[in-house]
């Protein structure tokens, strides 16, 4: 009998000592920011530089949260601005980044349970930890003025030659009597030198195009499209810009 008293009391020593240690746990966050580039590819880091459009997951990652409420604010502020120009109200949030400069977020989080309160706020991301720090590259846009669609593998595709932070794009081609031939929405995509699938004659096209970059410049191109097929990289003639 007594030793079932025993074991009794040491059992309920145990619970007690693991119910005060579970209360004992504080609940905390641990944010994270997932960057995604252009080519899909993901990286996890504090911080980021590249060309707009792109996209940025934000996870606050709560810990022992156990029975308490919490409330959360992702902070988002421009460098050498006070308060911020946005703030999202949830635990995780995606945000596609579209404008030039570099951007600094937080997240805050309270966490109640009746009396009891924990804040992770100004004094945490100043003591403990450092905001993310995103950087939004200046935008740039360079159209070539010629091309050489002869499947030697170089130069086939009429397309920008340097382009960096677009967020709007649209480039129309025209023949000299000013009928439209191809129209594209992608920097990245571009006109092969054919119209209804066959190939166009060489000679002098026009190119059209109309782009907004992500600092706000906006970009109204127009100029002559060379089309060249009796050039070859192995020629000795080069058919783009110097």
């Known amino acids: 009998m007594k030793t079932s008293r025993f074991i009794a009391v040491i059992g309920l020593l145990i619970f007690i000592n693991i119910s005060i240690f ?7 966050i641990a944010p994270t920011a997932t960057f995604i580039n252009k080519d899909g590819e993901e990286v996890d880091s504090t911080t980021f530089s590249g060309d707009a459009p792109f996209e940025v997951r934000f ?22 601005d006070t308060e911020p120009y946005l703030i999202r109200y949830e635990e995780d949030t995606d945000y596609t980044f579209t404008e030039a400069g ?16 924990y804040e992770y706020t100004d004094e945490y991301w100043k003591q403990d930890k450092s905001p ?6 200046e935008s740039m846009l360079e159209m070539p003025n010629a091309f050489s669609p002869n499947n030697d593998g170089y130069n086939e595709i009429y ?3 340097k382009y960096k932070s677009l967020v709007e794009f649209h480039a129309i081609i025209f023949n000299r009597w000013g009928q439209k031939l191809y129209e594209w929405n992608d920097p990245e995509d571009g006109w092969d030198g054919t119209f209804n699938g066959k190939p166009v004659k060489d000679g002098v096209y026009y190119v059209s195009v109309r782009a907004k970059g992500s600092d706000g410049r906006r970009y109204n191109i127009r100029r002559d499209v060379n089309l060249l097929r009796g050039y070859y990289k ?9």
């Open 22 to 28: 579970a209360q004992s746990e504080v609940p905390t």
């Open 59 to 80: 996870r606050a990652n709560p810990q022992n949260q156990g029975a308490y409420t919490a409330y959360y604010e992702w902070r988002f502020t421009r460098e050498r």
């Open 102 to 117: 570099t951007h600094n977020i937080v997240c805050y989080a309270v966490f109640t349970n009746g009396n009891e309160r």
């Open 132 to 137: 993310f720090r995103i950087t939004v590259s």
């Open 159 to 161: 397309k920008a030659k």
């Open 234 to 242: 192995d020629g000795g003639s080069s058919t783009t810009d110097n």
